[in-house]
Every structure is written in structure tokens, then in C-alpha cells.
């Protein structure tokens, strides 16, 4: 066992090395730019919702009062007219980046602080590099990308976007565990 407190530096190196790595995927490879559709007349969508001045929030069409109402034929008729959706409204105005990408940095410290913790547990100071990058990186993919594929089984999220995401997850799972394996304590 290895105490967490020696694992700072492999801890904030691999946040920093995943803040830059997610930054070079997302403005320069193109990796994620059809991760969402643009529908057809979408001025014209955006100005039939406006009168509904609905709050920011997750949205489901049509959604049931309850399970019994799952069954009712109304709400059964209402899913066989369409459209189904479920959608995200965020607030108006252009959307201010640097509290989401502080709140992005100290995601991956959280998680960097897991992976850290789980290989402490398990390894003793002196552990060899592929130990290490086994125990951090499995936990740190955890991290990232082991509840995106529930997007996609219980809301239709495209399949293609959960793969390119998971793509993203075990990138920065291999940037922590090799940080990790690198800076573990000797």
C-alpha cells in the first residue's frame, strides 16, 4: 500500500496533461463535430419553442405521468404521432467557457484522485510501470468513459457519439495511468 499523499504530483501532471489533451481534440480534430445534428429549419423550430419559454433543463416529448399512463392509449398515441425527443434547454446568451472548463479540470482531478486512490490500495511503493498503469488506467477509464454507453442504451444518444467519447475516455485513461506509472514513488 502507498499513501495518497505521494501521489499528488502523478495526480495534478495527468489532470493538466487531459485538460490539454481533451482541448487538442475538441478545437483541432474534428473527432466530435457531428456529435449533434442540426435539424431542418432550425430557426424556425427554435422560434416555435421560444413562446413556451421553457427553463433550462432535460426534456422528454411525450413523456407519461406514470407508469400507467405508459400503457393508456392516448400516451400511446402520442408516441406513434411523434416527434419523440429528449432534449437539454441551457440558459440563453452565449455560453461563458471558463467556469465549464474550471468545472472540466476539476472533474479530472476527481478522477485522477480515484485512479490515484485505487492503485495506492493495491500496489506498494516501488511497483513496477505496467502494474501501475494497469491499476490507474482501468480506474481512470472507469472514470471517464464507464457510464457513457447508458446515454445511448436509455435515451438514444447515437452510438457514434458514445464510441468517439469512449475514444476520449480511454485517451485520458492512458494519460493517467502512464503519469501515474511514471511519477509512482520509488
Given at each position: ?56 433543463g ?9 407508469m400507467k399512463?405508459?400503457?393508456s ?38 478522477i ?18 505496467l502494474?501501475?498503469?494497469r ?36 485517451i ?15
Amino acid at each position: 500500500m502507498t499513501g495518497l499523499h505521494a501521489l499528488w504530483l502523478p495526480m495534478v501532471l495527468s489532470s493538466v496533461a487531459i485538460f490539454l489533451a481533451s482541448a487538442v481534440i475538441h478545437m483541432f480534430s474534428g473527432l466530435h463535430k457531428n456529435d449533434h445534428l442540426t435539424p431542418p429549419n432550425q430557426d424556425g423550430l427554435a422560434d416555435a419553442l421560444r413562446p413556451f419559454n421553457l427553463a433550462p433543463g432535460d426534456y422528454m416529448i411525450p413523456r407519461p405521468a406514470s407508469m400507467k399512463d405508459m400503457g393508456s392509449p392516448e400516451f400511446k398515441a402520442k408516441s406513434e404521432r411523434g416527434p419523440k425527443l429528449v432534449f437539454t434547454v441551457f440558459p440563453n446568451g452565449i455560453t461563458p467557457m471558463g467556469p465549464l472548463l474550471a468545472k472540466w479540470f476539476v472533474y479530472s482531478l476527481v478522477i485522477s484522485l480515484c485512479s490515484g486512490y485505487v492503485a495506492s490500495r493495491a500496489l506498494p511503493v516501488g511497483a513496477d510501470y505496467l502494474h501501475v498503469f494497469r491499476f490507474a488506467g482501468i480506474a481512470a477509464f472507469l472514470g471517464y468513459a464507464g457510464a457513457i454507453p447508458q446515454a445511448s442504451i436509455w435515451y438514444g444518444k447515437s452510438w457514434g457519439t458514445t464510441m468517439r467519447s469512449t475514444i476520449d475516455g480511454l485517451i485520458y485513461a492512458g494519460l493517467t495511468a502512464g503519469m501515474y506509472g511514471w511519477l509512482w514513488p520509488r
